[in-house]
């Protein structure tokens, strides 16, 4: 009971504070366009929720299919990383390094212009998904790598002791400890992907960005437009912000249940 009634005043302290949060950035941007005499309409858009909805959903599909292979690509590369042929690992580490130091926007044009016409990818959306999955993959990589060697060497010598096998070994000692470390900066980068695939309207490509870019030159609502594909953009990734922070803390109550 004394438990409850602590957490009570907890709750809505936090309540309390986020709202108040909001009411000082809702006010700012009130008081920033009062300032420059914009007048908002946003009864506009209605009139294009068929063709919003269409590129909010393409925005989903393409996220998650580069989520998907952007794990597998940032899993063998890790792995890679770690293996004791100099070819191979060389090899993804110059990946690595390649990716993470040149722009995105930069790769896009080159992976599809010249490497996907040059090997005949003509679908623009299997392009884009694979072009996001080489870049979002290179920076899993390194979360993967940095989380596995931060495990203690102790933990395994405590498995060998206790004769448990490769495979248990993995299963009990290695994949818990990862996951609880590494998914907060999974789901970053899983933000990242969401927000990241807005540049592939520049191969044209009919995602929430390339449909709201068509409707600004259609509806001359620019501002509003923007604002409002901000906000899209904004509920997805805040949506996967509440889903790691939920899937994390049952991964680190399994942790110790063990």
Known sequence: ?????DKQPKTINKVCSMLLVGCILIGFLWLSISRIGLKLDFTTLFDYRQRLWQGFKM??????GSLVVSLLIGTITAIGQQSKILSIRYLCKVYVQIIRGT?????????YYIIGTAWGV???YIAGILILSIFEGAYISEIIRGGVQSIDAKQYEIARAIGLTSYRTLQLV??????ARILPALAGQFASIIKDSSLLSVIAIIELTQTIQEISADNFRM??????????????TFAISLLSGITERRVKYAYKAQ
């Open 223 to 236: 501002f509003e437009n923007y604002i409002f594909i901000g906000l899209l953009y904004f509920i997805m």
């Open 122 to 124: 003509d679908n623009r």
């Open 103 to 111: 722009p995105l926007l930069v790769q896009i044009y080159f992976f």
């Open 174 to 179: 290695t994949l818990p400890i990862l996951m």
């Open 59 to 64: 925005s989903i599909i393409i996220s998650i």
């Open 1 to 5: 009971m004394r438990q409850r009634r």
